[in-house]
């Protein structure tokens, strides 16, 4: 199947925007409710964000089945802004993965997030990417994932598939392969949304136009604040937009250093623990049945205190 979406028209939405990369409200059992995740989906938008990302690592795609991700995409889409959808690493093997690429689709997502493939072989790599995007007919956003990284080889093939409208790095704390991934996607005319959570306002100035970051699953308005203060300073040329930049900037970092530190995977519960704090699910609701087992609740607390600040701080 060609490529049947344009890929103009969707980078031209994406750019400049925040995309939230939504969380999947879950009971302890794991067990979802599409009400519940369409309210918070709702709720994202309407505290800021241009896009969503649904069924991707934060909604912990992998884990559920293609019935409850078209459900998630469906409802997500009714809303009215661009859905990309995570597609990659399923539990049940690359079959899965290519069965939901094509339901995605149909579910009406407008990209797919790509998740690296457990094989990085070059080759292969480009054999995955081949695959997922003629079952699905969709752009692709690159995704090249701190735990699992593409070697810079591999990584410069991906970005010329014809497939790939956007590129999302997320190497965490590796500035270095942060800015080369930035460079390659910019010199081979691909859009850059940040996945660096813990590298946001930097990644921006490292020539990001805009963000998919799992740190917008609660507080989106400290994280569409740093995107669209940024745009302004670029656009503008103005000293106080660039001022303010700097300020959400380490307003980020903060909302970051309490939700995106060791068990990092722990972040999808600390999320989870924001979006209840803020009536955007209820707390039944507010549970990751994949968090690490080092994750102490006791840290509960602290997260919600130090990002209440954040969005305090933000607003005025």
């Known amino acids: 199947m060609a490529n049947s979406r344009d890929v103009a028209e969707l980078t031209g939405r994406l750019r400049w925007s925040l995309v939230a990369a939504a969380a999947t409200p879950m009971r302890s059992e794991g067990t979802t409710d599409a009400d519940v995740c369409d309210a918070y989906f709702r709720h994202l938008v309407r505290s800021g964000a241009n896009a969503l990302a649904v069924a991707a690592h934060t909604g912990r795609g992998a884990w559920l089945d293609v019935g409850t991700k078209v459900e998630l995409v469906r409802r997500a889409a009714a809303i009215g802004v661009p859905v990309v959808a995570g597609v990659g690493g399923s539990t049940d093997g690359e079959a899965a993965d290519l069965e939901w690429a094509g339901a995605a689709a149909g579910a009406g997502a407008d990209a797919l997030l790509v998740v690296p493939p457990a094989d990085l072989d070059a080759d292969a790599v480009v054999a995955h990417y081949d695959l997922v995007w003629e079952t699905s007919g969709l752009p692709l956003v690159a995704f090249d994932l701190y735990s699992h990284p593409f070697p810079a080889t591999v990584l410069a093939r991906v970005l010329e598939h014809p497939g790939v409208a956007a590129f ?29 959570d813990r590298m946001l306002g930097a990644s921006l100035m490292w020539g990001a136009e805009g963000a998919l970051v799992g740190i917008a699953a609660a507080a989106v308005q400290v994280t569409v604040a740093a995107v669209e203060t940024f745009a302004s300073a670029v656009h503008t040329s103005a000293r106080d937009a660039a001022a303010r930049f700097l300020e959400v900037s380490a307003i980020v970092d903060e909302l970051a250093r309490v939700t995106f530190r060791p068990p990092y995977d722990g972040y999808v519960q600390r999320m989870l623990w924001l979006a209840a704090d803020e009536g955007a699910i209820p707390d039944e609701y507010a549970v990751d049945p994949y968090r690490p087992a080092e994750l102490d609740d006791a840290e509960r607390d602290e997260v919600v205190r130090v990002v209440r600040q954040c969005l305090d701080q933000v607003r005025r």
Do not use: F, M, N, W
């Open 168 to 196: 999302k790095p997320a190497r965490l704390y590796d500035a270095v392969a942060c800015q080369e991934g930035i460079a390659a996607a910019r010199a081979r005319g691909r859009l850059v949304l940040t996945g660096e």
